[in-house]
T-cell receptor, first 114, second 112 residues
Framework: AQSVTQPDIHITVSEGASLELRCNYS??????LFWYVQSPGQGLQLLLK??????LVQGIKGFEAEFKRSQSSFNLRKPSVHWSDAAEYFC????????????FGAGTRLTVKP | KAGVTQTPRYLIKTRGQQVTLSCSPI?????VSWYQQTPGQGLQFLFE???????NKGNFPGRFSGRQFSNSRSEMNVSTLELGDSALYLC???????????FGPGTRLTVL
């Protein structure tokens, strides 16, 4: 069965520092991969997605993610964090053309220090 | 286009009552999915509707049900509420088979 692991429950970085949020998945084939962000009291906003092709994916708000098949990972990165990036980040996986079995990681809460 | 809207945003109920939540998808989107988000269980898939038909259902008891109307708006109903049903209920809509879901702000349900 597919599953998603986000090893870091909480990460604190200083404003201006680089960020990497980890995501590992377990799936029989290459799934569709997503990163979402959730601000307090809000719904989820899609940051980026990977379906196929170039393994380095650019998203909104300056985020990017790299799909590494050999490591079953899809880590999210940002070169310079802004205070407004403080939020919870969710990695998700789903089978192609079938979102009814989409699985979410437990989330990583990001705190940004001034 | 307007985003996904959910009503009400906040709801307080007591055990044993029932509740109906509403979701209006982005115009043109035919698929609506529902998720429950709790601190303990995280985000869990409830069910998905497409063209008024339930396409799949997650692992939730029969107290959780839903429907979709011809205009793609969807409702979710929870009967005989339990304390553990307190959660943020998120609705997401999707235009087609791209798995790119757009989420609404959610309905915060508190069961006392």
């Amino acid at each position: 069965a597919q599953s998603v692991t986000q090893p870091d429950i909480h990460i604190t970085v200083s404003e201006g520092a680089s960020l990497e949020l980890r995501c590992n998945y377990s799936y029989g084939a290459t799934p569709y991969l997503f990163w979402y962000v959730q601000s307090p009291g809000q719904g989820l906003q899609l940051l980026l997605k990977y379906f196929s092709g170039d393994t380095l994916v650019q998203g909104i708000k300056g985020f990017e993610a790299e799909f590494k098949r050999s490591q079953s990972s899809f880590n999210l990165r940002k070169p310079s964090v802004h205070w407004s990036d403080a939020a919870e980040y969710f990695c998700a996986v789903g089978p192609p053309y079938n979102n009814n079995d989409m699985r979410f990681g437990a989330g990583t809460r990001l705190t940004v220090k001034p | 286009k307007a985003g996904v809207t959910q009503t009400p945003r906040y709801l307080i109920k007591t055990r044993g009552q029932q509740v109906t939540l509403s979701c209006s998808p982005i115009s043109g989107h035919r698929s609506v999915s529902w998720y429950q988000q709790t601190p303990g269980q995280g985000l869990q898939f409830l069910f998905e509707y497409f063209s008024e038909t339930q396409r799949n259902k997650g692992n939730f008891p029969g107290r959780f049900s839903g429907r979709q109307f011809s205009n793609s708006r969807s409702e979710m109903n929870v009967s005989t509420l339990e304390l553990g049903d307190s959660a943020l209920y998120l609705c997401a809509s999707e235009e087609g088979p791209t798995n790119e879901q757009f989420f609404g702000p959610g309905t915060r349900l508190t069961v006392l």
